[in-house]
């Protein structure tokens, strides 16, 4: 069993990507909902969480994602104190749940490397994208400002140096071609 690191810039493809892996049998583990899932219901995580944003970051069992995104764009600090607390929670659940895998098996993370989370990895997978591609694709699906897309892509790290593998994902191969790729890599 093998543990493989896919990530990628915002609308790189990571989701898209991740959902061709899921259709062919394989295990996904995607860090931002089951991150979301550790903050509402592990109650320690829960806890720090409310210490450094407030309690009405919850709305019963909804985490508002975007309550604390605008602090964290905001304030550095904050975003580094919720990484604390965040990262090594999921870290943790990521282990547990790929030694009781079967099958090779993935993760999805926007933020994998500087999450630590591709020290978990055999493997690590930067899927690529032009920016202009990139910038398209997260405004049909978010329905978001062309200016707040490219703020967010400017935030991001650029880590494709340091992955194993580079999967360009610009349209010229359909998404199953780029896993059959992918998958010529891994095994």
Known sequence: ???????????SGKSTIAREIISRGYPV??????????????PAVRSQVETIFGSDVFDGDQYLTERVAAQVFADETLLAKLDAVVHPAVAFDLHHWAK??????FVESAILFSSGLNKLCNKTVWIDAPEELRIARTIARDHSDINKVRARIRAQHDDSASADIILTNDGTKKVAQLVDDLFLHID
């Open 29 to 42: 583990y995607d860090t931002d909902r089951e991150a979301k899932r550790i903050i509402i219901h592990n």
């Open 1 to 11: 069993m093998q543990l493989i690191g896919l990530t990628g810039g915002i609308g």
């Open 100 to 105: 009781e895998q079967s099958k090779t098996c």
